[in-house]
């Protein structure tokens, strides 16, 4: 509920997410991702440099979380190296550095990646229209990497609330042609002049747009909610598969 | 027959000295002044002094314009975001290319005659890329500045160095990547390095010598006419304050001025204050950011300034090219119009600086209302609110252009785009990135990453889009739109048969009736457009010339 009225300010361009408004997925997440590639030098208290304190979750040289970023992409010339993390590893570093003060890591839950495929591939039905690997249709946006794509946080909301986190370039398009054909399908790229889509057939599209007597761009995502469907338990699950996904 | 051998090599010496006289002075600063008689060159970037990117060639014809052929293309060797715009002189072509190379080609077949290879220092500091947008030209030598702040003179016949001046010191953040402007004997340049805490400068060097003959500095030291404007910090202030703010206030140089010969005045844009974001640090109007500057053309003293946007904290540099116009509005005023990146558009006095017009050309709301004086009445839109227009503003550094055929501004413009600002703290440090927080763009989805724009515009027009907007400038008021899918970052030439050329990210180069609007021909070369197109003529053929991507096309009529 917290989310869905965080998202909803967001969405009305009310708010940006401050410090105590990241996902606690994405602290979640940034936690695992602080446990693999960080605690080897900063320790799991995030005070073992000297002079370095991450706990406190304000850092000199990065008051706002773009420098944050660019120090980790970047590294420091003291020692640090640059670490080449995907967006999701990045957003949940920084929303957990940020509250690491307030986070007990040893406790910090996310999902189970097996059973979050099972649920995937099996009662989810998310194969109707998404693919993964080889499997699935292509309806949909392909899922193979989302993991790297998007931040826990974002996919998260997008199980619960799918229009809110469809991409623009993603909605879904109506081109009825000047001859009469109708094609209904998901973006994949315009331009003044031109329209390329992906049918519910699968077919591939690149339509000029003086050929199409009408263009119709829906802003409601064809995908349902799996809020009531899943249980929290499960999203958690589910979430945590798809933040796996990296892709080859 | 000594003394014959000595009258010939005595005459030969008079003959080479003669030629070489009439050779040196092939383009002479008269010339230069009188650009706009010469229309089949492209004398300095942008056409001639009034900057108006506007010639009077009409081979190409709304009419014949369809029949336009590819004559023949260039590539860069270097990959990146190819920015230049050429010149022209008598059927040669000179071009900058990535890092900062010269080359000269002929303009009829693109064939090179020599190309010049600098490299920059490898401790440059460049915000974005290793752009440079183009060259002047006096007599036959070359002004290039370089990325590493260097303006060289280079011999237009055999593409050697002839002189370099040390500008400002690359590791404190200084760079150049404008075209210079040369007036009369003296070639002019700025600084560029605003996210990097410099002090911006203009500066003007003897085109024989490299030497310095003056500079103007874009922030005031204290004592001097503007320092009012770098305001003591409150005492006990709970935010951070800089009491030395002005030392690395920014001001950057990277767009070329413009020259009214009349007045002796050269006019320069502006750019952004440092810390851009971060307005509490540096309190005050924060002169001369965000201003045009009138120089005295022989001494660089100041005549006059207005600033557009007083105590940025939106990083809307005034870098735009300057377009003089004459008799405005069917006036005896002659002004200066100015499409600005921070959504409004201009008109002012040239000889006086008054203002006398501005008006939104794209959705403004960080002001509301103008005052007597042209003070914007600022409208701060507060904690993670959008502001419209949004960082790279209602247009950016993209030439416009004029016409005094249609008496139209032409404008490249991103609407409906607006950023969220997050302002924060930042302490200067010589060499680093000093901007005081950032912006984000308004996206439809908060928080998703991963958008990106041409070749796959996945932002599309849900987060903006492009367009050219021809508007009236004595009202300020659109006469058309010609709307784009993706954002643009094309200039735009217009020509005196009633043609507007201009590109976009997309990657299509169209020409579009200047009266109307109406697209007459369109052609995709496969890249985003990135600088402003010129026209020139060799023999009885006028040719278009465009860059897309690492290529430069030139187009012409089939005989």
Known sequence: MFITAAFLLLAAGQAPLHDAQYPDVDIAYGAKVYAEKCVTCHGTQGDAIGGVNLRSGRFRNAVVDRDLERFIRAGSPAGMPAFNLD???????IAYLRNMN????????????????????????????HRIGVTGSRVAPNLSEIGSARSPGSIERSLLDPTSQMMPINRPVRAVMKNGATINGRRLNEDTYTVQLIDDREQLHSLLKSDIQQLTVSTTSPMPSFKGTLSDAEIADVVAYLLSLKGQ | MLNTQRAFAAGLVAIVCLLSFRLNAQITADRLTAAPNEPQNWLMYSGNYYSQRY?????????????????????????????TSPIVVDGMMYITQRQNDVAALDATTGRAFWIYRYTPAQDRIVCCGANNRGLAILGDTLFMGTLDAQLIAIDAKTGHAIWKASVAKTTEGYSIT??????????????????YGI??????????????????????????????????CPPNSKSFCDPDAWKHGGGSIWMTGSYDAKLNLTYWGVGNVGPDYNGDQRPGDNLYTDSVVALDADTGKLRWHYQFTPHDVYDYDSVQVPVLVDNWDGSSINVITWANRNGNFYAIDRATGRFLLGKPFVKVNWMSDFDERGRPKQTPQGDGKPTYPGNQGGTNWYSPSYSPKTNLFYVPAWEDYASIYSPAPSEYKQGTNFTGGGPRN?????????LGRSPLNTWTDAAGHGAVIALDPGTGRAKWEFRMTDVTDAGILTTGSNLLFTGGREGYFQALDARTGALLWKTQLGAAINSGPITYRVGNRQYVEVVSGLSMFVFGLDN
């Open chain 1, 87 to 93: 967006n999701a590893e990045m957003a949940g570093v």
């Open chain 1, 102 to 129: 307030a986070s007990d890591n040893t406790a910090a839950k996310t999902g189970d990646v097996t059973r979050g495929r099972g649920i995937v591939e099996g009662k989810g039905g998310c194969a109707t229209c």
């Open chain 2, 55 to 83: 010639s009077p060639l009409d081979q190409i014809t709304p009419a014949n314009v369809k029949n336009l052929k590819l004559q023949w293309v260039y590539q860069s060797p270097v990959a990146g975001n190819w920015q």
């Open chain 2, 178 to 195: 404008h075209a210079p402007l040369v007036v009369k004997d003296k070639v002019i340049v700025g600084v560029g390095g605003g996210e």
């Open chain 2, 199 to 232: 002090r911006g400068f203009i500066a003007a060097y003897d085109v024989t010598t490299g030497k310095e003959a003056w500079r103007f500095y874009t922030i005031p030291a204290p004592g001097e006419p503007g320092s009012e404007t770098w305001q003591r």
């Open chain 2, 442 to 450: 308004l996206s439809a989805v908060p928080g998703a990453p991963g």
